[in-house]
C-alpha cells in the first residue's frame, strides 16, 4: 500500500518541497516534511488553517497529506504536528493517524528525503504507532 502511495505521489512530493530545497541550498533556511495517514478516510483539510502562511499543507488522498513546515527543525516541527494530532484525537475520537516527519537538515537529498519519511511511516503503521510521530 505505500509503495503504491509513494510511486503515484513521489514527484507530486518533489515538486512540493523543490523551493524549499532551493532555499535550504542557498539560504540555509531549514525546513521538514511530515506525513499523516489515517486509516479512515478522515478528511483533514480544515488543519490547513493550522500551519502559517509559509507553510504547505496538500491533501494526497482522502487519508494522506503532507505538510512542509519552512524555517523548523525537526523539534519545531514535531512539536506544530502535535498540535494537528491534538486536534485529530478531539475531532475525531477513536480514529487512527499516523505520523512521520524527516527535516532537510537530516536528509540533504530530496529524493532521499521523501524516501526516508515513507520508510518511517510504514514503521509507524507497522508497530501500529498511533498518535506519535515517528521521526527516526
Known sequence: MLTILQQKHHD???????LYKYRFHRYG??????FFYTV???????YASLVRLTDSFLKLEDNFY??????????Q????AQNIIAHFERDY???TVYVSAVSAKERSDENDMIDQL????????KEKLSSTIVAE
Request: glycine content about 6%; aromatic content about 6%.
Open 12 to 18: 507530486r512530493l518533489d515538486e512540493l518541497i523543490h
Open 29 to 34: 533556511l531549514e525546513f521538514s516534511l511530515i
Open 40 to 46: 479512515e478516510d478522515v478528511d483533514l483539510s480544515s
Open 66 to 75: 503532507a505538510i512542509v513546515y519552512e524555517g523548523t527543525d525537526i523539534e
Open 77 to 80: 516541527s514535531v512539536k506544530a
Open 93 to 95: 475520537q477513536g480514529k
Open 118 to 125: 515513507f520508510v518511517r511511516l510504514g514503521k509507524s503503521i
